[in-house]
């Protein structure tokens, strides 16, 4: 068991892009991060990356999409740490492409939702009891521009001409999932704060491009990607509840 001053942090889906840079980049500034991945040999892979650069890091095997590992992660992190500080929910994907929402195939938009909306849901479900052991905790969802009914609706965004509906409409439920958990907080005076991130369009390999086919699209590097993420997680005030953001401020729900 830990004290319950150290930061102890989990990210889902950490054991690349952004999800890994997240881990390294709050675990350079001292928190103690956990990597969830679904294939424990990739997250295993990852951290030896971590431990490398002096950075304390632990893995969990953690499939957003399958109830029983997501069980067996609370129950690890509660056997092995206690308490949770801040839960990352940065696991995600896109399974529907250009398609007419008229038309649209809906196993598509179920896995679109099984990972973006029910994933992020069941973590958060089995990982509040820990971060209510902690004196003030953080959640952080990492949603998308692309989950913003006001950019879709407006011809100056750069996500105005995007068409990838299941998807879209699973960040857009998740980022209401946010609000409701945020004000549920808040009303009940449990010290857990809920923000959704808007990363930008960033150059990993989301989507099945590679991260150079992303950044001649205009990907931004992986480190502008986080860094909103980043300062939320550091922030020690802890106040700021409810809010959509990216590195510019706060943008339209
Ligand atoms: N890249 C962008 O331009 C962009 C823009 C806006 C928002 N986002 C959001 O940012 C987040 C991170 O995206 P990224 O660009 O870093 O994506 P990425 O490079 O494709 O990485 C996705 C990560 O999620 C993991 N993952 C996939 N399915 C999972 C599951 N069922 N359970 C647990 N982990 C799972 C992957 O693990 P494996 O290695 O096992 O596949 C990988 O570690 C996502 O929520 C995405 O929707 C991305």
Do not use: C
């Not at 038309?103 to 958060?124: A, C, M, S």
């Not at 011809?155 to 946010?178: F, I």
């Not at 907080?185 to 930008?200: E, L, R």
């Amino acid at each position: 068991m830990m004290s319950a001053d150290e930061n102890i942090t989990l990210v889902t889906g950490a054991n690349r892009g952004m999800g890994f840079e997240i881990a390294k980049e709050l675990g350079q500034k001292g928190q103690h991060v956990i990597i969830g991945a679904r294939n424990l040999g990739k997250g295993q892979d990852a951290i030896e990356q971590l431990t490398h650069l002096g950075i304390k890091a632990d893995v969990v095997q953690l499939d957003v999409t399958n109830p029983s590992s997501v069980k067996q992660a609370a129950q690890t992190i509660e056997t092995n740490y206690g308490y949770l500080s801040i839960l990352i929910n940065n696991a995600g994907a896109v399974f529907d492409f250009r398609q007419a929402a008229s038309t649209i195939n809906l196993d598509d938009v179920r896995q679109d939702f099984e990972i973006n909306y029910f994933g992020l849901i069941d973590v958060t479900e089995k990982m509040v009891p820990l971060l209510k052991k902690s004196s003030r905790a953080k959640i952080i969802n990492i949603s998308s521009m692309m989950g913003s009914k006001t950019a879709a609706l407006d011809p100056s965004s750069t996500v105005y001409r995007a068409v990838a509906v299941g998807y879209q409409s699973a960040k857009a439920a998740a980022n209401m999932y946010t609000v409701q958990l945020a004000k549920e907080f808040i009303n009940a005076g449990v010290p857990i704060t809920v923000n959704a991130i808007d990363p930008g369009m960033v150059a990993t390999e989301f989507g099945g491009v590679s991260p150079e086919v992303s950044k001649a699209h205009g990907g931004l590097p992986v480190s502008e990607g986080v860094a909103r993420t980043v300062e939320l997680a550091t922030d020690s005030d802890s106040t700021i509840t409810a809010t959509f953001s990216n590195i510019d401020g706060n943008v339209g729900w």
